[in-house]
């Protein structure tokens, strides 16, 4: 097989993957098991990596060149970046401890004054 045609079906298993990665992050559903990602960049790697061998041309062979950097990348960060999945601290339906914030008005509000109604208590970090 040519280099060309190396470098095109390692791009072509290296966007699906990625495209997929990117959907269930967006979704938020990544999955816990990675193996089948993994194996899915590997294999782009490799038929990058033998594009590369095989004198793919100028433009084949930046697109093996790029498919092998992200390829890595993904692998690499995959590899080191796992983290811990610890139990929540709060269960659902668990009683929590009574604390005051500042509402959006800027003023004090106090958990319970939602004392024996149900609610949804949600925290974020804004970006600002």
Same mark, same amino acid.
Do not use: C
């Given at each position: 097989?040519?280099?060309? @045609?190396?470098? =095109? @079906?390692? /791009?072509? $298993?290296?966007?699906? #993957?990625? =495209?997929? +990665? ?11 098991? /990675?193996i089948g990602y993994q194996v899915a960049f590997a294999l782009a =790697? %490799?038929?990058?990596?033998?594009? $590369? ?6 433009? +084949?062979? $930046?697109? #093996?060149? %790029?498919?092998? /950097? %992200? &390829? ?5 960060? &995959? ?7 610890? %139990? ?7 009683? $929590?401890?009574?604390?005051? #914030?500042?509402? &959006? ?5 106090q958990l319970s004054s939602l004392h024996g109604r149900p609610f949804? /208590?949600?925290? =974020?970090?804004?970006? +600002?």
């Open positions: 097989m040519s280099g060309g @045609w190396l470098a =095109f @079906w390692s /791009l072509a $298993i290296a966007g699906t #993957a990625g =495209f997929r +990665w990117y959907r269930a992050l967006a979704e938020v559903r990544v999955p816990r098991v /990675l =790697f %490799a038929l990058a990596v033998a594009a $590369i061998g095989n004198a793919p041309g100028f433009l +084949w062979g $930046i697109v #093996a060149f %790029a498919v092998t /950097l %992200a &390829s890595t990348a993904y692998l690499v960060l &995959s590899f080191t970046g796992y983290q811990q999945r610890n %139990a929540p601290t709060v269960q659902v339906g668990s009683p $929590i401890l009574d604390f005051t #914030a500042l509402d &959006s008005d800027g003023k004090p509000y949804l /208590l949600k925290f =974020f970090r804004g970006h +600002w």
